[in-house]
């Protein structure tokens, strides 16, 4: 009885410690952000350097575990004092927005992440079963994934998709800690200091403090200098726009580009397990690509047709994902019967001439260490 009695008491003591533990966790992660994030990025680029299963399951967990990280530096940014918060990117902005709006947009984009990472290892787990039961996960995983996105459509009220769909890391918190001590970033009327004008007094170093009031003024800019100083105070029309004004809404030809452009990944994949027996054909080639294409080409004419001034009208948000998607369309190069047919034999031939030569051989090793992935998975060449 005594036993049961000291047992229950440890019961709750024990079940306190993972939350406490997480918590010094998260207090350890934003008072060294910055040592944290160089060694996510050492080990990153070890595992794009030294690729294989092995470097592919350490390159997700770093990856997810980074995603946890995003989230501790964003909660310990959102708990700044508002002078000493970072001036967020429009991406932020508009991400950001949404994700404190609608908590189903932040779980379904935190979904969509995740498959992100974990796609390419759930592709290697599904092909020691057989070619067959590979494709069947590819086209599932596309799916669940073409999903994610047409509901993250219908939540954002029809406005297209950005890459990603989450809040991007903007700053280490702790560099941000001795700042704003002395009034930095509030000016004489009380007013907050824009982000810019405080970037360019936090750089100047020094600065003058009134003997009778304790304000400060900073330093004049170098003479050399003048026209970044004043670019640096330049609002554009994206800084006083609400965060959902940063992208278009889109209707008609412009929803169904939008819609093609989610679903290409989904045909694409069904069309490569159909025709799975023929690496060389054509077809889901053509096929993926003339919808992609198509799709770009639907949504530019609607933008200008809607937008005022046609694509010079738009917002810096969607200039910046349209150049994303169109640079993505590069990547058909590395893909299905044009990588098979043209640029396996150009790689071949490229690691061929690297090899025996100082240096230039380890650079070869890598390449075909890619090579292996590129000709033999899926997901290595997704770009949605």
Not at 35 to 60: C, D, M, N, R
Not at 171 to 197: C, F, H, N, R
Not at 198 to 207: I, L, P
């Amino acid at each position: 009885m005594e036993l049961y009695k000291h047992a229950s008491e440890r019961v709750p003591e024990a079940l306190s410690l993972p939350p406490k533990w997480l918590n010094m966790y998260g207090d350890f992660i934003t008072k060294n952000g910055s040592a944290v994030s160089q060694i996510e990025s050492a080990l990153s680029s070890l595992t794009y350097i030294i690729p294989g299963q092995k470097s592919i399951l350490k390159h997700t967990g770093i990856q997810l575990l980074s995603l946890y990280h995003d989230s501790l530096l964003a909660r310990a940014i959102s708990r700044l004092p508002l002078p000493q918060k970072p001036h967020p990117t429009p991406h932020n902005r508009y991400t950001r927005f949404w994700t404190r709006k609608s908590p189903f947009y932040a779980r379904i984009a935190l979904t969509l992440r995740m498959i992100q990472y974990t796609e390419l290892l759930w592709e290697m787990t599904a092909k020691r079963r057989g070619e067959k039961v590979r494709w069947r996960v590819v086209v599932l995983l596309e799916a669940v994934k073409a999903i994610c996105r047409l509901l993250l459509l219908r939540l954002t009220n029809s406005r297209p998709l950005v890459s990603p769909p989450l809040p991007e890391r903007e700053i280490d918190p702790s560099t941000l800690e001795g700042e704003g001590a002395a009034g930095a970033g509030v000016g004489d009327d009380g007013m907050e200091t824009p982000p810019s004008e405080r970037s360019v007094e936090d750089s100047s170093g020094a600065s003058w403090a009134m003997p009778r009031t304790g304000l400060s003024l900073p330093t004049l800019p170098d003479s050399g200098d003048i026209s970044s100083f004043l670019l640096s105070r330049v609002m554009t029309a994206d800084d006083i726009k609400p965060p959902k004004a940063l992208l278009h809404r889109v209707s008609g030809q412009g929803q169904l580009a939008e819609c093609l452009y989610i679903l290409r990944p989904v045909i694409y994949a069904m069309a490569m397990q159909h025709w799975s027996g023929d690496k060389k054909s054509w077809r889901p080639w053509l096929l993926g690509l003339s919808i992609e294409y198509g799709a770009r080409q639907l949504a530019k004419k609607d933008f200008q047709e809607r937008v005022a001034g046609g694509l010079r009208g738009l917002t810096g948000l969607e200039r910046e994902e349209l150049r994303k998607r169109g640079w993505a369309l590069g990547w058909w190069a590395m893909r299905g019967a044009f990588y098979e047919n043209i640029t396996k034999a150009w790689i071949s031939s490229l690691t061929g001439k690297l090899r025996n030569k100082p240096l230039l051989d380890m650079v070869g090793g890598v390449i075909e260490d890619y090579e292996f992935l590129w000709d033999q998975y899926y997901f290595p060449t997704a770009t949605l």
